[in-house]
Each structure stands twice: as structure tokens, then as C-alpha cells.
């Protein structure tokens, strides 16, 4: 199951042709595989939570990964993004949200992959993605400029990181994609692990875990260019 969600991302930017200009805060989209944790899909967009936007996060599956990373000037290792082009096994898991409309249909009937939505209030549904963000967000807080801490947003007289803001929409992406290529190649902290697992002596990182998955069960899953 691929979870997927949105959240507004936690870090003011600027405008690419004048860097005076505040923009505001971009939503940041997620797609993680629910068994091993590994992140398939990132999307950063300025547009507010959509369908379209969850689209484009779906299809970054697809991605060609090794251009993506050249362009951020991130090491690429094909072994590091085992899912590109690779469709759930058992549908995607999304709010009720964006992907709560007729229009995802298309991707039951294109595509022949279900959509769950999670009950209302109930973002413990989808409890792998929404710690998703909290491994990309909380990491480079204290590095990327125009970070605003969650708690300063609703507190009295608080202070304007607006002000310290200094990347662009392209440029906070290429700081994220960095942190989930770090994930995904880092060993998971308090995961239970299976037999087969401890038997093989399977490292814990989400690519890892989903090369090991390729090999024990049957078959690939269909697949999405």
C-alpha cells in the first residue's frame, strides 16, 4: 500500500526572479510504501492541496530518477530508488482531502489500482506518511533558512522567519530530495522485524527492506511508465 499525503511545508521562500520577494510556504507532498517505509513519490508545489497536485505526486514515481538527481547534484545510485514506475500492490491510501473526488477514479479504471480514503479525523489511518514528513521536516530545520518552528505560527508577538527566507521553490526541493535519499538508504529506528528478516540478516533501510521484498514474494506488481 502506498500511503500518500500533503502537508504545508514549514519553510518560508522566495521568488526566483526577485529574491526580496516572499512567496510564502509550499505544500509538500509525500507517496511512501506502507511495509517498508521507503518514499516512491515527493511533489513540492505552491499550489494549495489539490487532486491535480496528488496527481503529479503519483506520477513522480516515474520519474527518471538519475536526471532528477543530476540536476540537484545528488550521488545516484540505482539500487537507492528501487520503486520508479512501480504500482501498488494493494491501491493507494489518501485523505479524504484531495483524493476524496470522482476525479480518482481514473486511476481504478486506467490504471486498475484501488483508492482508500481514511475516515474522517482519522490521520492515524495513514500513520507512515504523516511521520513522513517529520523525518523530511525536522532534520534540516536548523539548516535551511526561513524555517518556522510549528509552535511560533499561532504564538503571540512571534518572530518573522519570514524575514530569514532566502530559497527558491526549486531550491528547497533539491534540500528535500536530498533528505529523502537519506532515508531511504538509513536504517529504520524501532521497527519490528520479521523472521525472514533477522534470518537473512536484512539491514533496515527502506531500500533494503523492498530489494528483500522483490525476493521472497511472488512477482514485481505492475508497473507504470
Known amino acids: 500500500i502506498f500511503e500518500v499525503d500533503a502537508t504545508k511545508f514549514n519553510v518560508h521562500i522566495v521568488a526566483r526572479k526577485n529574491r526580496a520577494y516572499v512567496i510564502g510556504k509550499a505544500v509538500l507532498y509525500l507517496v ?3 511495509s517498508t517505509h521507503l518514499i516512491v513519490g515527493v511533489h513540492l508545489s505552491l499550489e494549495e492541496a489539490r487532486w491535480a497536485e496528488a496527481c503529479l505526486a503519483i506520477l513522480s514515481i516515474a520519474w527518471d530518477w538519475e536526471a532528477v538527481c543530476k540536476k540537484f547534484g545528488i550521488p545516484y ?11 501498488p500492490f494493494s491501491g493507494f491510501f489518501a485523505d479524504r482531502g484531495e483524493a476524496f473526488t470522482t476525479d480518482s477514479q481514473v486511476l481504478c ?14 490521520s492515524s489511518h495513514k500513520g507512515i506518511v504523516e511521520s513522513g514528513f517529520h523525518t523530511v521536516d525536522v532534520p534540516i530545520a536548523q539548516f535551511v533558512p526561513g524555517y518556522e518552528p ?14 530569514d527566507a532566502a530559497l527558491t521553490l526549486q531550491q528547497l526541493f533539491g ?21 525472514d ?3 537473512g540478516d536484512i539491514e533496515w533501510s527502506p531500500v533494503e527492506l523492498w530489494h528483500h521484498g522483490k525476493q521472497t514474494r511472488m512477482g514485481i506488481g505492475a508497473r507504470m511508465p
Open 175 to 195: 534540500v528535500i530530495l536530498r533528505r529523502v535519499r537519506l532515508h531511504n538508504i538509513t536504517p529504520l529506528c524501532g521497527r519490528k522485524r520479521s523472521e
Open 197 to 199: 528478516e533477522v534470518w
Open 77 to 87: 545510485d540505482p539500487r537507492e530508488w528501487p520503486a520508479r514506475e512501480q504500482l
Open 150 to 163: 510549528p509552535k511560533n505560527i499561532h504564538a503571540r508577538q512571534a518572530k518573522h522567519y519570514e524575514d
Open 109 to 122: 479504471d486506467g490504471l486498475e489500482v484501488m483508492v482508500t480514503n481514511a475516515p474522517r479525523q482519522m
Open 32 to 34: 511512501i510504501d506502507r
